[in-house]
């Protein structure tokens, strides 16, 4: 997830139950580009122990092998393509999810990229952009250029997240491709993957905002996925995520104030499941100072520290932004502040 899934994040995940796998943020690819280097280090100083795929973001078929070639000379688990980021700026520039809309172009970049990654080559994309008429044709090129796995976002691009997860079509998916399918959307806890892997018969599913929020995720799936007992977690449980978090994020240089502001964009997440109320999220989204910032954490997660963080988000209770457009053209959560 852009400006969520680098370095830092990941090991904070992975200290609380890795992933299979991890995805970059994506990099975006033009005549100009060079793989961004902050997103590089996500690569090449990954001490999780859990393989990540690089993911490209762009329509030059050029640059898309270039950038791919480039990629390879780093410990990549395989290269990526985005065809879902939903942001208006990115898709009117026929990027992510935009390129949904020409199937004729889809065709030709991953007939390019599939001949310049001799190993795992994936796709991340949506059901279709302003409604579902290419669905099955897209599912027919990924058959054609031998993609090795695509994680489907249940929805499409004009849906942005508001709608509900078209699960079924991820069940359309699953039957049509030769390769595995991770379901993703909404994976809200681990006896909603359970649900969603049962519905779908995918091979797996990929978690985006809910591991934010909950970072035992991954951990409790796998418990859930062996009829073993889930994992509980309290709130002491989670003030040390958000202390963990703290240290980890933290920029040489960057001003106290700016930092706090940055924890909000994770916490937004992790407040939907604190209490039903909304009190911690409207509490944590004024602070100003590191001191305030715990002061509130400590009066919410350790006055009954027993108590456990519920597994789905609290109805109603709403990150806001919630997903990855907070305003009319982002594509970041940069623009949360209190
Ligand atoms: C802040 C944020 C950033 C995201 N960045 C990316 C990205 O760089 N590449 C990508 O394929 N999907 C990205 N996504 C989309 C997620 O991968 C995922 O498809 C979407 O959030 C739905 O899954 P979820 O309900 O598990 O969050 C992003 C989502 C969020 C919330």
Not at 27 to 41: C, N, T
Not at 160 to 179: N, T
Request: glycine letters at 8%.
């Amino acid at each position: 997830m852009q400006d969520v899934t680098d370095l830092a994040f990941m090991g904070v995940i992975a200290h609380y139950g890795a992933p299979d796998y991890f995805f970059t943020e994506f990099f975006r690819v033009h005549a100009q580009s060079k793989p961004e280097k902050h997103i590089l280090r996500s690569i090449d100083e990954n001490a999780t122990g859990r393989p990540v795929f690089a993911q490209l973001i762009g329509e030059e078929l050029t640059h898309l092998a270039r950038s791919a070639t480039e990629l390879l000379r780093h410990p990549v688990a395989g290269i990526d393509l985005n065809m879902g980021c939903p942001a208006p700026k990115v898709y009117k520039k026929n990027v992510g999810g935009g390129l949904l809309r020409d199937p004729q172009k889809i065709d030709e970049i991953l007939g390019v990229l599939r001949q310049t990654v001799p190993g795992l080559f994936t796709v991340k994309m949506r059901i279709g952009f302003d409604d579902t008429a290419n669905f099955e044709r897209i599912l027919d090129l990924i058959n054609k250029h031998d993609v090795d796995l695509l994680s489907l976002h249940g929805r499409t691009v004009k849906e942005g997240y508001r709608s509900d997860v078209h699960y079924d079509y991820i069940a359309r998916a699953v039957e049509r491709v030769k390769c595995p399918v991770l379901a993703n959307g909404n994976i809200t806890s681990a006896a909603t993957a359970v649900r969603v892997l049962g519905e779908t018969r995918a091979a797996g599913v990929m978690i985006g905002r809910h591991a934010i929020r909950n970072p035992w995720i991954f951990r409790q799936c796998r418990e859930a996925f062996a009829g073993q007992p889930v994992t509980l977690v309290t709130l002491a449980d989670v003030r040390d995520y958000i202390a963990r978090l703290y240290d980890a994020t933290r920029q040489p240089g960057l001003p106290e104030r700016d930092h706090v502001n940055k924890m909000k964009k994770y916490l937004n997440f992790v407040g939907q499941s604190v209490d039903g109320t909304g009190a911690f999220l409207y509490e944590m989204r004024r602070t100003e100072s590191e001191a305030q910032l715990f002061e509130v954490c400590d009066r919410h997660l350790l006055a009954e520290p027993g108590k456990v963080f519920a597994d789905e988000p609290y109805p109603g209770v709403i990150a806001r932004p919630n997903c990855e457009t907070p305003s009319s053209d982002g594509c970041s959560l940069d623009s949360v502040t209190a």
